[in-house]
């Protein structure tokens, strides 16, 4: 793989599967292995997650403030 290659979600969650698969087939060796996945695929929906709040909230503030900015403008 390439060292600048970013590895997406759908990547990790086709490697959980294939890990998941390969667990079934051949024990717990690959447990680590998925676990693994599964804690990086969840950190990163995690951070999305936090941004989009933050982000959200900004937006919010912005319309409120845009809003009270426009009633002083009209009275």
């Known amino acids: ?3 600048g ?6 990547e990790i969650e086709s490697s959980l599967s294939s890990v998941a698969r390969l667990i079934d087939r ?3 060796a690959y447990w680590p292995v998925f676990e693994r996945l599964e804690r990086e695929l969840s950190l990163r929906k995690d951070r999305q997650r936090r941004v ?3 982000l ?3 937006r919010k503030t ?3 403030s845009l ?4 009633d002083r403008n009209t009275h």
């Open 26 to 28: 051949y024990g717990d």
């Open 5 to 10: 290659h970013q590895v997406t979600e759908q």
């Open 67 to 70: 809003a009270a900015k426009k």
């Open 52 to 54: 989009m709040a933050h």
């Open 62 to 64: 912005a319309k409120v």
């Open 1 to 3: 793989m390439d060292k």
């Open 56 to 58: 959200l909230h900004d």
